[in-house]
C-alpha cells in the first residue's frame, strides 16, 4: 500500500527565508506525486505536480519540487516565502496511469512571520 | 464556471444520527471522490464514483456509503454517527481518464456531539 510521510508538522520561518518542506512515499511502481495548499479558510489547490519527464517540478506561486527516485522523495522548496504562503501544505501520491484514490500525507502546517 | 460546489457548509449532529452530504462536481468532470479530513490529518479516500457506481474504496466501514446520481452529482452518507466522524468532508471531481488534477470542493465541516 502507498503511503506518504511529511518529516516536518509545523514550520515557522521569516519573509525571505527559503523554504524546503520535506516529503518521502512508499510505493514499488511508478506514482504521480503533488503537493497540494489549503490557506486560512479556502479549499485544497494544487501546487505542482510530477506525472513523468523532468523531475524538477515548478508550480504556482514560485513554489517548485524535485523528485528524487532513489530516494523516493518529493520536497517543496522556495527560495524566498512571502507572508501570503502561510497555509498547510499536503503532499500526495497516486499510481500513476490511474485517477482514482489519492494518499495525503499528515501536513505541515507553515506560518510565515512578517 | 462553478467549480466543485458542496452542501451544507457547516452541520451538527448528535451520536446515533444520520447525515447526507452533497456535492455537484466541476462542469465536464464525471467522476467523484469523497475524503475525510479530520483534524490535523491529511485528507483520507473514503470512496470514489464513476457511472453512479462505487468503483474504489478507502478503509472506511459501511456506515459510510454513496450515491452518485445520472447529472454526475453525490451524495455522502454516514450512518450511527461517532464522535470521531467529527471531521471536514471534501468532495473531488475529475474527468474520467483524462490525466487532469482533482478539484476540491471547501467541504462540509460536520460536529457530532
Known amino acids: 500500500a502507498q503511503s506518504v510521510s511529511q518529516h516536518n508538522h509545523h514550520v515557522i520561518l521569516s519573509e525571505a527565508a527559503s523554504l524546503e518542506l520535506g516529503c518521502n512515499y512508499s510505493?514499488?511502481?511508478?506514482?504521480?506525486l503533488f503537493w497540494y495548499v489549503q490557506y486560512p479558510g479556502q479549499h485544497l489547490q494544487l501546487l505542482l505536480k510530477y506525472f513523468s519527464g523532468d523531475p524538477l517540478v515548478k508550480g504556482i506561486k514560485g513554489f517548485e519540487a524535485e523528485f528524487i527516485k532513489s530516494k523516493f522523495s518529493f520536497n517543496l522548496r522556495k527560495p524566498s516565502v512571502q507572508w501570503s504562503d502561510t497555509a498547510e501544505y499536503f503532499c500526495?501520491?497516486?499510481?500513476?496511469?490511474?485517477?482514482?484514490?489519492?494518499?495525503f500525507g499528515k501536513g505541515t502546517r507553515l506560518h510565515i512571520l512578517p | 464556471d462553478a467549480g466543485v460546489t458542496q452542501s451544507p457548509t457547516h452541520l451538527i449532529k448528535t451520536r446515533g444520527q444520520q447525515v447526507t452530504l452533497r456535492c455537484s462536481p466541476k462542469s465536464g468532470h464525471d467522476t467523484v471522490s469523497w475524503y475525510q479530513q479530520a483534524l490535523g490529518q491529511g485528507p483520507q479516500f473514503i470512496f470514489q464514483?464513476?457511472?453512479?457506481?462505487?468503483?474504489q474504496r478507502g478503509n472506511f466501514p459501511d456506515r459510510f456509503s454513496g450515491h452518485q446520481f445520472p447529472n454526475y452529482s453525490s451524495e455522502l452518507n454516514v450512518n450511527a454517527l461517532l464522535l470521531g466522524d467529527s471531521a471536514l468532508y471534501l468532495c473531488?471531481?475529475?474527468?474520467?481518464?483524462?490525466?487532469?488534477?482533482?478539484?476540491f470542493g471547501s467541504g462540509t465541516q460536520l460536529s457530532v456531539l
Open positions: 500526495a501520491v497516486n499510481v500513476h496511469g490511474r485517477d482514482d484514490k489519492i494518499i
Open positions: 473531488a471531481s475529475l474527468k474520467h481518464q483524462a490525466n487532469e488534477k482533482l478539484f
Open positions: 510505493y514499488g511502481g511508478t506514482v504521480n
Open positions: 464514483y464513476y457511472e453512479e457506481e462505487e468503483r
